[in-house]
């Protein structure tokens, strides 16, 4: 389960984030490429844009359930 203390500073505020365990493998950003993306520099993704409709915010949630290293968070808060 992804670490809301150990949020990527790149991420947008807002309902999902990726925390620092992400290991750059691209399957966030094939799965919800309008919500996700890569820092090029260090070689992970963040969330770049929080959904705005029902689709992308299925993409991201489909996106939290098939991380293979659980990266991405969460916070129903937000």
């Known amino acids: 389960m992804a670490d809301a203390t150990r949020k990527v500073a790149d991420n947008i505020r807002g309902r999902f984030f990726v925390d620092d365990t992400c290991i750059d493998c691209d399957l966030c950003r094939e799965t919800a490429p309008a919500n996700f993306t890569r820092q090029e520099s260090q070689g992970y993704s963040y969330v770049y844009k929080q959904p705005a409709s029902a689709a992308e915010t299925a993409a991201c949630q489909a996106a939290l359930e098939e991380c293979p290293v659980e ?6 808060d937000a």
């Open 71 to 76: 990266a991405i968070g969460e916070d129903p």
